[in-house]
């Protein structure tokens, strides 16, 4: 069962978590993590600790600039933030064919300083983070952030331009609800003509190769 007072989220990972969130990391005794940078800090540690493929550098300038671009693709006024945005000043302004139904988007206004935004600053914003984005790519050869491997900009990128790059349907991402198509709907509209080529071209490679097809939700 869904609160749509609480979108995305479902009650009973609420009671499990206590964490009005999704995605949600649970290891062992560890804390759990909400936050997209504890996550994908956590999981390359498992990683390191396993053997397994990587997805942070260890030198601290390179991860360093890793987690900066993350935090432009995932943090707070990056480009997910500013799709959500989109999402949010669609579902409040238009006609409700686009964006999220009016409960969720009134309940993810406060939380995303919906008030306080200038949709056009929004788009100059979203163009300047794909700009940087696609120019660390082709400085890495072009194929993946990580040079050779994919790393958690890879991963990341891909994701978080989905519902900007593509419009989701039963043949991509066929467990969307109704409303929430229409939510991503409102992000692709508003950001797609900004995406470049290379990032565009990247995200079908990581999902043909990589990445779970079709999405699941």
Known sequence: KRDFGKPYFDLAIDAWTGVDNVPVLLHEREPTRTHWAAIVTAIDRMARGAGGPRLL??????????????????????????????????????????GFPPPVAKFLARRYGHA???????????AAQLTVIAEELVARGGRYFGGAHPNALDVYSATFLT????????????????????????AHEAFVSLVPAALLEHRTRMFAEHLAWPIAL
Not at 61 to 88: F, K, Q, S, T
Not at 116 to 126: A, F, Y
Not at 170 to 179: F, K, L, M, Q, R
Request: aromatic share 4%; with cysteine; glycine share 10%.
């Open 57 to 98: 550098p260890d030198a601290v300038p390179e991860r360093a600039r890793v987690m900066g671009l993350l935090h432009e693709i995932a943090g707070e006024e990056g480009i997910g933030w500013n799709a959500r945005l989109a999402m949010i000043d669609a579902g409040l302004t238009g006609d409700g064919t686009q």
């Open 163 to 186: 519902p900007v790059a593509a419009l989701l349907d039963d043949t991509n991402c066929p467990g969307v609800a109704p409303p929430f198509r229409a939510a991503f709907a409102a």
């Open 116 to 126: 306080s935004s200038d949709l056009s600053q929004v788009r100059e914003r979203v």
